[in-house]
Each structure stands twice: as C-alpha cells, then as structure tokens.
C-alpha cells in the first residue's frame, strides 16, 4: 500500500497514515484478516474496559432503610405491604470488596434465590469505603452497627453471614443470642487454626508488623488495591496472562463478555479497611484464633460461642482454598447449640461460588432458605 505522494504537504495525513496500516494488513489477508483485525480492536476496548471498570451494581430493585457510620442497610423486600416473616439479614464480607457480592447478577443472586424460595423480607449490610475519618474504627463499631441495624428491625432477625460476615455474625450471635433465631454460616472462618488454606498459612507466615507497614503506608487504612494486589500475586499466571488470554479467545461471545465485565466491575472496584479494624483481625481472629477459643472481648463481654443455642447451618465449598471446610464446620465443636439442630453441608465449588455460583443458588440455597423459614426445623 503506498503512501500519497502529497501526504508531505498534509501533515493530518501523514500522521494518520500509520493507523491505517494494520487495516491494510487485514485488507491484503482477506475476511480472515478483516476479521482478525475487527477482534483485536474488540480486544483492546475490552481490556480497557476490565482494567478500570465502573462501580459494581445491585442486580435487585432495594432501598436504603438506614444509613449508619460503617453500612447502609438495603431492604429487598417488595415495596407496598409489610413483609410478615423476621427478617433475613445477609451479613456480607467486609473484606475488601463490595457488598454486592450478595445480590451480583440477575441469575447469581442471593438475594435473588432467597426471594424466590420464599423469604419475603432480605435484607443485605451494605459496607461502605472506609475514609481517613474511619481508620480507627474497630470491630465493636461493626458490632454496634449491626446491632442498630437488628433493632431496627423489630429485635430479632435470621442471620447469614458470608465469609468474613460470619465470624462477625457469629460474634453478634454469641453477644446477643436472644436477637438471631436462626444462625447460617457460609464459608465463614470460625476456627481459623484449623485446615491448612491460603489465609491461615498467610497469617501466620507474615509477621504483624508487615501489616502494620502496609497500613501506616494507607495513611491508617488497609488500602483495598494494596489487598488485591495481594490476591493477585497468590494466582499470578491466571491474573496478569490467563484472564486476558481468555477473554482474547472469547471475545465474539457476547454472553462471556458481559459475564466478564459483571465480575471485574465488583473484583477491581476493592474497599479500603480501617486500619484499626484490619489490623484487630489479623492479630486477634487469624493469628490467635480468639473467637473459637472463647477469649475475643466484644462490645465489653468475653464472648463465647457456646451462648450461640440457636439452630446453625454450616456451609462450606470443597475447592474453597480461602475458608477450607474445616474452619466451617469445626464451629460444631464450639457452638452451644444442639447436635440435632446444627446443619452442615458441603456443595462443590470454591469461595466465591458458594454465594453466587448459579448452580450453588439454585440447588443449595433454596433449602436453606427453607430451613430459614421452618425457624431451623428439619426440611425434606
């Protein structure tokens, strides 16, 4: 393809002339390379859009019925008519990511699965970004917060906590065990010594200063693009070269591509931690294991999980290398509820699956959610 004699006298022209080149290229090699050409500018506006996504979304309609220092608490349950059941509260993780975890997609929705089970009044803890006005908040004013968010509710409420929302709902549990009826634990780490995952061999292996550096380093706060930078170095290949190489051979099917902006829209958007919170649980609930050896003081009360007498369902993935089904279902061990009344289950799948893997809501979470509504009675 030759260049025109004038594009010398036309300096616009001559400066566009190597964007034309590739397209030469694909014209000489015919439809393959038309093709060829059209995926990789796809490619390229896909990566961008992965790299630095908007802020996830809430795949169900939901209003904020309070808004607190450290959540805004969501109400799914459908405008008009007051719901008749106790209310469902979705404890969700406070880890690093956003809530939305607990309502991700049309399809691959708790909150969704729940409803369609038949719970009429879910509600979902909407943790927010922890600011420099944050950074000395600690659990208990997680702890107090939930408790706000129960008595608002009328006192009483059926409690699930996901991943790190279940330690702490097993915290509040075993403080006010006359306002959780029911208690569901789903990948949730209770007795962090046990089992041999990624997390516990982290906590572990790393001294406390280190993290204390990396929060000094956040200006106080446990930075969440710090946090995730982590989580991607533990998988680097599947991070940095899997992904793209993936959506590169995926990039004509659009289904793919919308699954894939969905995910990276909550996975690159991270939470920044308070410091003071963050560091409380790295010391005292990973590396000291305080909450299943009876020794966490919480909101002035040594708490135990034996004042936990309520019905349990434990539930855990068999790949989950964060939670490993051990620190899930050693909770038995400690719980003060009885033998009869303490439910375990293991669903395939890893961590992030168990709250929103479409085949885990769609033939696990029902019969939890009917569980919920027998008030913790054995369901067929």
Not at 19 to 36: D, R, T
Not at 100 to 127: F, K, N, R
Not at 231 to 259: C, S, V
Not at 321 to 337: H, N, P, R, S, W
Request: charged content about 20%; aromatic content about 8%; hydrophobic content about 40%.
């Amino acid at each position: 393809m030759a260049i025109p004699r004038n594009a010398a006298h036309h300096p616009r022209q001559e400066h566009s002339v190597p964007w034309f080149w590739p397209m030469a290229a694909a014209i000489e090699l015919g439809e393959q390379g038309v093709k060829l050409f059209r995926d990789n500018l796809r490619y390229v506006a896909e990566t961008e859009k992965i790299g630095a996504p908007p802020a996830p979304r809430w795949a169900t309609s939901n209003r904020v019925i309070l808004d607190l220092d450290t959540m805004r608490l969501r109400d799914f349950s459908p405008s008009g008519g007051k719901p008749a059941q106790i209310p469902a509260l979705i404890d969700a993780p406070y880890a690093g990511h956003s809530s939305t975890i607990a309502d991700y997609a049309a399809g691959q929705s708790l909150v969704e699965a729940l409803q369609a089970a038949g719970l009429d009044h879910v509600l979902v803890t909407d943790w927010k970004n922890a600011t420099a006005a944050m950074k000395n908040f600690n659990i208990d004013k997680y702890l107090t917060d939930i408790n706000t968010a129960v008595d608002s509710l009328g006192n009483m409420v059926d409690l699930i906590g996901l991943c790190q929302g279940g330690w702490m709902s097993a915290m509040y549990a075993a403080r006010f065990p006359e306002k959780v009826r029911t208690l569901v634990l789903a990948g949730s780490p209770i007795d962090t010594d046990a089992g041999d995952g990624s997390i516990k061999r982290l906590a572990h292996t790393l001294p406390l200063g280190t993290y204390e550096e990396m929060v000094a380093a956040g200006g106080g706060l446990m930075r969440g693009q710090v946090m995730l930078a982590g989580w991607k170095n533990m998988n680097p290949e599947e991070q940095y070269l899997g992904k793209y190489l993936e959506l590169y051979q995926h990039i004509e099917d659009k289904n793919y591509i919308k699954r894939t902006e969905a995910f990276e829209r909550w996975y690159e958007n991270p939470l920044d931690l308070p410091g003071a919170y963050y560091l409380q649980t790295i010391q005292q609930i990973f590396k000291e294991n305080r909450l299943a050896k009876g020794q966490f003081v919480g909101l002035g009360k040594r708490l135990s999980l034996k004042d936990i007498v309520c019905p349990v369902y434990l539930l855990a993935g068999a790949a989950d290398d964060i939670t490993t089904k051990e620190q899930v279902f050693d909770a038995e061990k400690y719980l003060g509820t009885p033998k009869a009344e303490i439910v375990k289950q293991l669903v395939p799948g890893g961590h992030i699956g168990l709250f929103m893997g479409a085949k885990t809501l769609t033939e696990c979470w029902p019969g939890v959610a009917r569980w919920i509504r027998s008030g913790g009675k054995p369901v067929d």
